[in-house]
C-alpha cells in the first residue's frame, strides 16, 4: 500500500521498535541485530541519517551492556573503554581527566594546577597611573 510507504522502511521502523522493546527487556544482543537490521534498511534507502542514528544508538547500547568486547572488536575497534589503571599505564591515559601538564609546562602539575597558578600570577595594579 503506497499510503505506508516503501516496504523497507517500514521495515527499518519495526526493526528500530523491535530494538527497543528488546533493550526494555535486557535481551541487548537481539536488541542490537534488530538496530543493525534497521540501519542496513535505511542505508539501502539512501536514507543516512536515519541510519547514522540506529548506527549511534547500537554503539552505545554496545558501549553501556556488560558484554561490549565482542561487538566492538569485531568492528574493528578494540579500544573499548579505559577504566582501570592498567589501561592507564598501557595508554598514558588518565581516566579521571586530570591529564597532566608535563608535556605543556615541564612541571609535571595537573592540567588543573597548571590552571590555578595561571590565574595567580595576575600583575598588581596597585602601582599603575593613567594619564588622562
Do not use: I, K
Amino acid at each position: 500500500d503506497d499510503r505506508l510507504g516503501p516496504e523497507d522502511l517500514l521495515r527499518a521502523e519495526l526493526a528500530e521498535q523491535c530494538a527497543y522493546r528488546l533493550s526494555g527487556e535486557d535481551r541487548t544482543a537481539e536488541s542490537m541485530d534488530a538496530l543493525d537490521r534497521a540501519t542496513e534498511l535505511y542505508e539501502r534507502l539512501a536514507m543516512p541519517w536515519q541510519a547514522l542514528s540506529t548506527r549511534t544508538r547500537a554503539l552505545a547500547w554496545a558501549t553501556a551492556s556488560h558484554a561490549p568486547a565482542a561487538r566492538t572488536e569485531e568492528a574493528g575497534d578494540s579500544t573499548g573503554p579505559r577504566t582501570g589503571t592498567a589501561d592507564t599505564a598501557e595508554t598514558g591515559e588518565d581516566p579521571t581527566g586530570e591529564h597532566t601538564a608535563a608535556d605543556a609546562t615541564g612541571d609535571g602539575d595537573t592540567a588543573t594546577d597548571a590552571a590555578d597558578t595561571d590565574t595567580d600570577t595576575d600583575t598588581d595594579t596597585d602601582d599603575v597611573t593613567v594619564a588622562a
